[in-house]
């Protein structure tokens, strides 16, 4: 069953303490991994896709970095506005229309 | 700017009632989706559209209907609205290749 599991539910940081959020996926054949911001009552917001094993993509203090099995997310000295949660979805090879969601990491930077 | 809309931002609704939310997009997308969150469960997929007047069901279609008359407008239906259908309800298009889903700023919907 294709599968993606976010880690850790939920991430305490002091502003500028860096960490990292961590997606891992088992799924019959990528074809994209995407990961989204989302506040408090509001929609996800896009924030990067990644194709294959290596590739990288940075965002002001975002940077998303892709393996064979995995997908972390980097918050470098985080600012209390990265305060959201924050989700990843795999793109399937064989179903390009669907998104399956991982359930999210809470993140909350506190000054 | 990319712009994907819903009809309501909260709503309030008896069990039984028929219930209607729309989702409207301004990006010329071929697909859209309805999804439900629930905390611990994620987002899950109710149903999506790859073109006006088709639907595909998702992981979680029953008791919901689709309708898309026109490319810009994708409809999620309650037919007879249920306590267990209180949710976040989120609306979303992508192009034809499938990439980066946008999402509207979502409905939610409770149901007493």
């Known amino acids: 069953e294709d599968q993606v599991t976010q880690s850790p539910e939920a991430l305490r940081l002091q502003e500028g303490e860096s960490s990292s959020l961590n997606c891992s996926y088992t799924?019959?054949?990528?074809?994209?991994l995407f990961w989204y911001r989302q506040d408090p009552g509001k929609g996800p917001e896009f924030l990067f896709t990644?194709?294959?094993a290596g590739e990288e993509k940075e965002k002001e203090r975002l940077k998303a970095t892709l393996t064979k099995k995995e997908s972390f997310l980097h918050i470098t000295a985080p600012k209390p506005e990265d305060s959201a949660t924050y989700l990843c979805?795999?793109?399937?090879?064989?179903?390009?229309?669907?998104?399956?969601f991982g359930t999210g990491t809470r993140l909350q930077v506190f000054p | 700017d990319v712009k994907v809309t819903q009809s309501s931002r909260y709503l309030v609704k008896r069990t039984g009632e028929k219930v209607f939310l729309e989702c409207v997009q301004d990006m010329d997308h071929e697909n859209m989706f309805w999804y439900r969150q629930d905390p611990g469960l994620g987002l899950r997929l109710i149903y999506f559209?790859?073109?006006?007047?088709?639907?595909e069901k998702g992981d979680i279609p029953e008791g919901y209907s689709v309708s898309r008359e026109k490319k810009e407008r994708f409809s999620l239906i309650l037919e007879s609205a249920s306590t267990n259908q209180t949710s976040m309800y989120l609306c979303?298009?992508?192009?034809?290749?499938?990439?980066?889903?946008?999402f509207g700023p979502g409905t939610r919907l409770t149901v007493t």
């Open positions: 559209s790859y073109d006006v007047k088709m639907k």
């Open positions: 979303a298009s992508s192009s034809p290749t499938g990439d980066e889903q946008y």
């Open positions: 979805a795999v793109q399937l090879s064989y179903n390009t229309d669907k998104l399956i």
């Open positions: 990644l194709y294959s």
């Open positions: 799924v019959s054949g990528l074809r994209g």
